[in-house]
């Protein structure tokens, strides 16, 4: 990655119908350069173009976090299960309190209810469940800038 892609994927995360030809001319590249790296970019998993919809908008107002303690064994499997449910917007495995963290939008409290305890709950190895409700957001941010390479100071050098 070298600063003409951070260039790219830091002009698109502030918006990304900014034409290619806008950020050549930012670059002073061609806007056939910016359109292949655009495509490499792509094709090597490092951006992917979403359109990101408000929730909140499209009437889903019981937004919650979930944790979730599983049976030793049976993380992946309750994963891909949950992954599956349309509800999940997020959901990663961790190393403390709670195996699982998922993150869901529910229409109102009774669809969040019918969620946890006729889907989730139900999965074969979960064992039990804490629910947050989300009462405000104060940030929701898909900007991640990638950093430029730098050498290692402490002389080790990063792992794979």
């Known amino acids: 990655m070298d600063d003409l892609d951070r260039l790219i994927l830091q002009t698109l995360q502030e918006d990304g119908r ?7 001319r ?15 970019l ?14 909140h908008a499209l009437g889903f107002q019981a937004p919650a976090i979930i944790g979730i303690n599983v049976q030793p064994g049976t993380a992946d499997a309750v994963a891909r299960a949950i992954a599956a449910l349309p509800e ?9 309190a709670f195996d699982l963290i998922v ?7 009774s669809h969040l209810t ?34 430029p390479s730098e050498e290692p100071e402490s002389g080790i050098e990063p792992g794979p």
């Open 18 to 24: 900014t034409p290619f030809a806008h950020i050549a």
């Open 26 to 40: 930012l670059a002073g590249v061609s806007e056939t350069t910016v359109r292949n790296r655009y495509r490499a």
């Open 42 to 55: 792509v094709e090597e998993g490092v951006v992917r173009t979403v359109g990101v919809v408000d929730p």
């Open 88 to 96: 999940v917007s997020y959901l990663v495995l961790t190393v403390g």
């Open 103 to 109: 993150e869901v939008f529910c229409r109102d409290l």
């Open 114 to 147: 019918h969620l946890l305890l006729n889907q989730i709950q139900l999965i074969p190895g979960v064992r039990s469940t804490q629910t947050l409700m989300i009462a405000r957001s104060y940030k929701l941010s898909y900007r991640w800038s990638p950093a």
